[in-house]
């Protein structure tokens, strides 16, 4: 059975910082592409971040460029999303999705994910 289980959300002050981790068992994912996407309190569910297979290529959201940074380990089939100078908005459930197929393109659409984990809030108070 595939897992994604996410680790590291919380409650933190506006310009501060978190990590969150998403760790995979059931199978390898160290050649498939990964995202990570939020869902705030009636709003649609967003792509922040996606990233090959390689960690080579990387997609970020407008609203997060600069401030947020993917990486993977795929030795540990671990991903990692640094979120730095947090701000209120971007409070929501934090989800992470991986795609299935093998060496498959870094894409911000959720429809094209096949896994995906059960969500860690964040909360950035003002």
């Known amino acids: 059975q595939v897992q994604l289980v996410e680790s590291g959300g919380g409650l933190v002050p506006a310009g501060g910082s978190l990590r969150l981790s998403c760790l995979a068992s059931?199978?390898?994912?160290?050649?498939?592409?990964m995202g990570w996407f939020r869902q705030a309190p009636g709003k649609d569910r967003e792509c922040v971040a996606a990233?090959?297979?390689?960690?080579?290529?990387?997609y970020y959201a407008d609203s997060v460029k600069g401030r947020f940074t993917f990486s993977r380990d795929n030795a540990k089939n671990t991903v990692y999303l640094k979120m730095n100078r947090l701000k209120p908005e971007d409070t929501a459930v934090y989800y992470c999705?991986?795609?299935?197929?093998?060496?498959?393109?870094?894409?911000?659409?959720?429809?094209?994910?096949?896994?995906w984990g059960q969500g860690t809030q964040v909360t950035v108070s003002s």
């Open positions: 999705a991986g795609r299935r197929g093998d060496w498959a393109t870094i894409t911000p659409f959720a429809r094209e994910y096949d896994y």
């Open positions: 059931g199978r390898t994912f160290s050649r498939n592409a």
């Open positions: 990233i090959n297979w390689s960690g080579g290529s990387t």
